[in-house]
Nanobody, 120 residues
Framework: VQLQASGGGSVQPGGSLRLSCVASGIIFRLKAMGWYRQAPGDQRELVASISGGGSAAYTDSVKGRFIISRDNAENTVYLQMNSLKPDDTAVYYC???????????????WGQGTLVTVSS
């Protein structure tokens, strides 16, 4: 299983970024997918998840700002991040879930992480 994340970078507060994660080695359409983030000194936290059928869930701090989506034809999950804040600074990881539905149950399959820095 491989999860290749991309799209991170540096952006000013209020800016936007879109993260992508391409999956291989799994039957993508049968898996819920999740985006996690980990800031220095913090635990890794689940930011957004999407079921195999496209239902989405978000942690409270990103509701209304982030949108998770998936393209099953491209084996890709996206995280559109808008109105970014300095507190969103972290390494973002994608994860292939262990099931189809939400609530999200992570597996041991992780992408390599992509750094998002929000700073003026």
């Amino acid at each position: 299983v491989q999860l290749q994340a991309s799209g991170g970078g540096s952006v000013q507060p209020g800016g936007s970024l879109r993260l992508s994660c391409v999956a291989s080695g799994i039957i993508f359409r049968l898996k819920a997918m999740g985006w996690y983030r980990q800031a220095p000194g913090d635990q890794r936290e689940l930011v957004a998840s999407i079921s195999g059928g496209g239902s989405a869930a978000y942690t409270d701090s990103v509701k209304g700002r982030f949108i998770i989506s998936r393209d099953n034809a491209e084996n890709t999950v996206y995280l559109q991040m808008n109105s970014l804040k300095p507190d969103d600074t972290a390494v973002y990881y994608c994860n292939a879930g262990s099931g189809y539905y939400l609530p999200y149950m992570p597996s041991d399959y992780w992408g390599q992480g992509t750094l998002v820095t929000v700073s003026s």
